[in-house]
């Protein structure tokens, strides 16, 4: 069974910076792309943020030099980077992984986090 597991979100001042944390554990083949999403309420869940599995990274045009994703091949983790958060970066952010579990056919899946709060707010 595999898992995504985040941390990290919480509150912090306009022109504050969070970082979010993102695993992925149990039985699992081959990891390709992970990435963030995030939805605000009464939005639909938009990328915020991807990296593939070759390091290749792209960006929602309202975080760009302002978030950075990175990822740890070995340890199977991801994380976003957030500077200069503003309010309107306020949503629930989820972690998203197309990977391959192990198993008969090798096929690959989209899985996701639980969703960690970020509120922007003075």
């Known amino acids: 069974q595999v898992q995504l597991v985040e941390s990290g979100g919480g509150l912090v001042q306009p022109g504050g910076s969070l970082r979010l944390s993102c695993a992925a554990s149990g039985s699992i083949f081959r990891i390709n792309a992970m990435g963030w999403y995030r939805q605000a309420t009464g939005r639909q869940r938009e990328l915020v943020a991807a990296?593939?599995?070759?390091?290749?990274?792209n960006y929602a045009d309202s975080v760009k030099g302002r978030f950075a994703i990175s990822r740890d091949f070995a340890k199977n983790t991801v994380s976003l980077q957030m500077n200069s958060l503003k309010p309107e970066d306020t949503a629930v952010y989820y972690c998203n992984a197309d990977l391959v579990p192990l198993g008969p056919g090798l096929n690959e899946f989209v899985y996701w986090g639980q969703g960690t709060q970020v509120t922007v707010s003075s």
């Open positions: 990296i593939t599995g070759r390091g290749g990274t």
